[in-house]
């Protein structure tokens, strides 16, 4: 059964389908545009486990579309990095199911459909930018996830998501371009838009447009994950945006940048015709001080989305950090923590949103001492919490120490300190989160009493909260699964 | 230089008009001009692949009476239209978004929005 390979078109093609009939199958209450969503992405769900069985039996395999055979025809490939589809089908489900009782009270009742549609839609791209093989479809799920990804910041309508949206687009279009320009190079220079035989075609080619093919890649991605300095964009679209939608976009749709510099850079070593170590040098510093200004900018914020948003800027600063030191340490660590940073920031932004659907608060001030009237949420919350700082055993911890002895494996001891004084910013501020919800009084005692959240709200905050355990007691998991994919990538085509 | 530069001159045309679509995306106020910088940019480098194909002296690649060989290349146009979609729904959508923020502002200058935010 699992072997059976139009499986891989099929994944991508029931939730794209999904996300154009949703309008269609909905009532005005918007409540079966809500099960129609749950019950497409939990077939795509059980699709993306037969599929991470078949690869951890067979290894990577490929299903070529139409029957044109690769290079000519479009493939798409799974491999171990493509199981972090299981992590965009994980938080999707969960955000969607979240969205039953908050979209209603976030959006106007016509817009709901809509909304479940542009969800869909949103991770339909992503996962096609994960499985994808073929260098133009990389650029066009990147589109689609991000065309969705602003129409989904500006959804509740109200003035400020417009305007954080126009400008998430403005950049998001000029990354966009900068990505189809690098395809374009990389296409005039090899003659084939397939990765694989890119990667195999690199070798001898022109040395100064193949790094400026690389650096427009790099370049686009870069916007695409909110580094420094081209992280303007995110903290207004990642706070203004529906909490659902913050989850998905600061967990996972930030971390397609990521994931296209790990694609790309697959092709760069895999050719060993390009030295990146320039590139590298560059990203490693963007990360650090990232890390740090993130951080910093966090510790000032009273809204709780608008910390969260920069927090997310200083955990990407992690990830490119660890890419750019470019030592199997680092690359593993950077690696496991795109999947963990995924799953705490998605606990954080749920958790929060559940606050704020209850309270109506945002602020920091608004919130104090919800701990006693709302214990699950804040609860789980609080495990967020630690676990964005790296406290062991949960799941930040060892991403960090795995980045840290990458800096240190890579004689670059400078990186090992920014990261723990990034960690110790992080620390601050999440102290003074759980500080104001367990140990200050409420603002003024005569409000009416806050409720724990419902149950489609606490249900997935909750799930979230113990992965981020799991995750970090069984670490060794995740580690064992990534190894074998970051040496392959460290290790040239053909040299084994 | 100068010959390379003759020699490439569809390359160098469309890192000019790159460049014109950058400086207007950063440096005007109004929001449909800065759009409009965007879609100057789009032009360049849909240009630039599309001049990828050319093959000197090229045959459009349709088979049939009097279709000889070289041909041009096909496949950067095919890969164009795609990106040309894309650029229309982009465009939509910054458009309407441009429409509600006016609505809502009565502006669409963005010193006058910081301001007002």
């Known amino acids: 059964m699992t072997s059976w390979s139009p499986l891989l078109a099929l994944f991508l093609v029931i939730p794209l389908v999904g996300a154009v009939l949703t309008p269609v199958v909905s009532d005005s209450s918007g409540r079966r545009s809500w099960g129609w969503a749950v019950f497409i992405m939990s077939v795509t769900s059980a699709m993306s486990v037969s599929l991470i069985v078949r690869v951890l039996e067979e290894g990577p395999f490929s299903y070529v579309i139409g029957g044109w055979v690769a290079p000519y025809g479009i493939e798409l490939r799974f491999d171990e990095f493509s199981a972090s589809v299981a992590i965009v089908c994980l938080l999707g489900l969960l955000a969607i199911v979240f969205s039953r009782h908050y979209a209603p009270q976030a959006l106007t009742p016509e817009r709901i459909p809509y909304y479940y549609t542009l969800l869909l839609l949103n991770l339909t ?259 967020g919490a630690i676990s964005i700082v790296g406290i062991p055993p949960t799941a930040g911890f060892l991403c960090k120490w795995y980045i840290a002895l990458g800096a240190l494996e890579a004689g670059e001891p400078i990186f090992a300190v920014a990261l723990v004084f990034g960690a110790l910013l992080i620390f601050i501020y999440y102290i003074r989160m759980v500080n104001a919800f367990y140990f200050r009084k409420p603002q003024d005692a005569g409000a009416p009493a806050v409720h724990e959240a419902p149950l489609t709200m606490l249900v997935p905050v909750l799930i979230l909260a113990a992965l981020c355990l799991i995750m970090g007691i069984l670490g060794r998991l995740p580690l064992s699964f990534i190894e074998p994919a970051v040496t392959r990538l460290l290790t040239p085509l053909g040299g084994g | 230089m100068i010959e390379a530069l003759w020699n490439n001159l569809d390359y160098a045309a469309s890192v000019i008009l790159f460049c014109i679509g950058l400086y207007a995306v950063i440096t005007r106020n109004n929001l449909i001009k800065k759009f409009m910088g965007l879609n100057i940019m789009e032009t360049a480098v849909f240009a630039f692949i599309v001049a990828l194909g050319v093959v000197e002296n090229g045959d459009a690649p349709i088979m049939g009476d009097g279709a000889s060989a070289p041909f041009i290349n096909p496949l950067p146009q095919a890969l164009i239209l795609t990106g040309i979609v894309v650029a229309v729904s982009t465009t939509a959508l910054a458009l309407s978004l441009v429409i509600r923020i006016w609505r809502q502002c009565g502006t669409i200058e963005a010193d006058e929005l910081r301001e007002a935010e």
Do not use: C
């Open chain 1, 125 to 383: 791209g992503m996962l096609g930018f994960i499985v994808t093989g073929d260098l133009f479809n990389l650029y066009v799920f990147t589109e689609i996830l991000s065309l969705s990804a602003y129409a989904l910041v500006a959804i509740s309508g109200e003035k400020t998501a417009e305007m954080a949206a126009f400008k998430y687009l403005v950049m998001g279009a000029v990354s966009s371009l900068s990505i189809l320009f690098g395809v374009g190079l990389l296409y005039a220079l090899t003659g084939s838009l397939n990765m694989a035989d890119v990667t195999s075609r690199l070798a001898g080619t022109a040395h100064a447009p193949l790094v400026m093919a690389f650096a427009a890649l790099t370049l686009g991605f870069m916007v695409k994950a909110a580094l420094f300095p081209l992280h303007i964009w995110l903290p207004d679209a990642h706070a203004i945006a529906p909490s659902p939608v913050s989850a998905v976009l600061s967990g996972l749709v930030v971390k397609i940048g990521i994931l296209g510099m790990l694609r790309v850079y697959q092709m760069a070593y895999g050719s060993g015709a390009i030295d990146l170590s320039g590139l590298n040098l560059t990203l490693t510093w963007l990360g650090a001080i990232s890390i740090v200004m993130g951080a910093f900018f966090a510790v000032f914020q009273d809204d709780i989305k608008m910390m969260l948003a920069y927090s997310t800027i200083s955990n990407i600063g992690y990830i490119v950090m660890g890419l750019g030191l470019a030592s199997s340490y680092s690359l593993i660590g950077a690696s496991v923590h795109v999947f963990n940073h995924a799953l705490i920031k998605a606990t954080l932004f749920l958790g929060a949103g559940a606050l704020i659907h209850q309270t109506g608060q945002r602020t920091l001030t608004g919130l104090a001492g919800i701990g006693r009237s709302m214990p699950f949420t804040t609860a789980a919350i609080s495990i």
